[in-house]
């Protein structure tokens, strides 16, 4: 019964927001519902972002090792 009163004063700071907030439970990281969904979104698109820039990244390589070999076929054809 003593935990559950300590946990019920336990103060922590929002992950989001930066407000400090009681909680009982411990694991919480946002201080209410709105904060959650907005962290979750900005998360998103972050990966969102992330994983369009590695994709790019992909693309513009395989663009490279297409033009050197196109470019390494023909000089070795015109040399016959």
């Given at each position: 019964?003593?935990e559950l009163r300590i946990s019920k004063n ?36 972050i990966i969102l972002q ?31």
């Amino acid at each position: 019964m003593e935990e559950l009163r300590i946990s019920k004063n336990y103060k922590k700071i929002c992950e989001y927001c930066w407000k400090e907030y009681k909680t009982a439970a411990l694991k919480q990281r946002y201080c209410n519902k709105e904060c959650a969904n907005n962290a979750r979104k900005e998360e998103y698109s972050i990966i969102l972002q992330d994983n369009i820039n590695r994709v790019m990244i992909l693309r513009l390589t395989g663009m490279i090792y297409k033009k050197s070999f196109f470019i390494l076929f023909a000089a070795l054809h015109r040399n016959e």
